[in-house]
């Protein structure tokens, strides 16, 4: 059975003073620890949390002529392109006394990072081709009202961490300084579990580079248990 923010609201109210807290708090303190976990590389290790990775396509696809597109805003890392169905690889390197065409055009073949933007080359000759992403994100919003059935895997599976990381900040919010450490320790021990749960997941599951997009038949997409398409 799924586990509900309501409940975990409900937990967190009764390890304070009792009185009630509102839920767009609760929400916003819930947000700000599974974007603090979701962005942990000591808990993610190398290869990222396997359940926040997630999928994207590129509005209206391809453009010609237009080489650099937007990555996603809940972009933290491994982000893969496939063009028309191909993984892109990352830009071949310099070689000394040899300078690369940058103005080609065609079916791009190679992708670079450049802040908030990839850029694919050579550059694009046609326009409307398929540009999907996969890349390791932060987890959703929980939203600020309204939220008492929100769940996802992160909270089905790891309530405790979101109940005292939550109860942390709960009980420096009410001056309770010596009760918020009690729950700041219990919270670092779910992060604990957190990264060890994950560090077993990736050597049980060695982590699969997919070369072609139709490679993510449903089975193999079960590595990634959290798979949202935006």
Do not use: C
Not at 118 to 128: A, Q, S, V
């Amino acid at each position: 059975m799924a586990v509900l923010f309501s409940e975990t609201k409900s937990r967190v109210n009764e390890l304070g003073d009792g009185r009630t807290f509102a839920e767009e708090k609760q929400a916003s303190w819930a947000n700000s620890i599974r974007k603090d976990v979701a962005m942990n590389y000591e808990i993610g290790g190398i290869y990222g949390i396997h359940f926040l990775f997630k999928e994207a396509t590129v509005k209206n696809g391809s453009k010609i002529g237009e080489p650099r597109y937007a990555i996603p805003g809940d972009y933290i890392d491994h982000l893969n392109v496939f063009y028309a169905g191909k993984l892109l690889t990352d830009s071949p390197p310099k070689t000394i006394n040899i300078v690369q065409d940058l103005t080609q055009t065609g079916t791009p073949e190679w992708v670079r990072i450049l802040g908030v933007e990839f850029d694919i080359r050579p550059i694009p000759d046609k326009t409307g081709d398929e540009i999907k992403l996969l890349f390791n994100g932060l987890p959703a919003v929980v939203p600020s009202s309204g939220n008492n059935n929100f769940t996802d895997y992160f909270l089905n599976h790891f309530p405790d961490l979101h109940i005292f990381g939550i109860a942390k900040w709960m009980a420096l919010s009410i001056g309770a300084k010596v009760l918020s450490q009690t729950y700041a320790n219990e919270y670092i021990r779910e992060q604990k579990k957190l990264q060890l749960h994950n560090r077993r997941h990736w050597i049980k599951n060695a982590r699969i580079r997919y070369q072609n997009w139709d490679e993510y038949s449903e089975a193999k997409r079960t590595i990634f248990p959290q798979f949202q398409v935006t």
